[in-house]
């Protein structure tokens, strides 16, 4: 007699945003880490052949290397950020409500207290990362809300 074949535990679809925000901040960590490897890996940190700086004065080694420091603190956010999203999915919200406020006060800076002279050209990724972590924040909020309403 044959024996039935045990069941595979299935998952079920409860509408949880989780597997979605954690493909987003994977992305998230994918692009720090491309980013800030650029910045720290490049000769002149790319503030020549990316940005367009003029580094024929005195003050370009101190422009190469706080790019190269802000490279560095890049790479550490995109570790931080894949590893909360491929093992500790418990701080997904916080994550994505710090992204939202660090680049919401990158923007900030950027358009309000300290503009520079000419347009930086990853001004549009800090635009769509604020959106996008901003947007994260809303719908886990969103989705808290409603699943508090489901108990008496």
């Known amino acids: ?9 299935t998952p079920k679809d409860d509408g949880s945003l989780e597997p979605f925000m954690r493909i987003v901040l994977a992305m998230l960590g994918v692009l720090d880490l491309l980013h800030g490897c650029v910045h720290w890996v490049a000769p002149e940190s790319a503030a020549g052949s990316i ?19 802000a490279g560095i603190s890049q790479v550490a956010w995109g570790v931080v950020y894949l590893y909360i999203a491929l093992r500790e999915r418990r701080f997904l ?7 939202a406020l660090k680049s919401g006060a990158l923007l900030f800076t950027e358009y309000v207290t300290k503009p520079p002279v000419v347009p930086i050209p990853g001004r549009y990724l800090h635009m769509t990362t604020f959106v996008t972590a901003a947007a994260m924040v809303f719908l886990s909020l969103r989705q808290t809300s409603e699943s508090l309403q489901d108990f008496p």
């Open 51 to 69: 940005a367009g700086m003029d580094l024929s004065t005195s003050s370009a080694p101190n422009i190469v290397y706080l790019l190269a420091a």
């Open 93 to 99: 919200g916080a994550i994505f409500l710090l992204e």
């Open 1 to 9: 007699m044959d024996k039935p074949l045990p069941q595979t535990a």
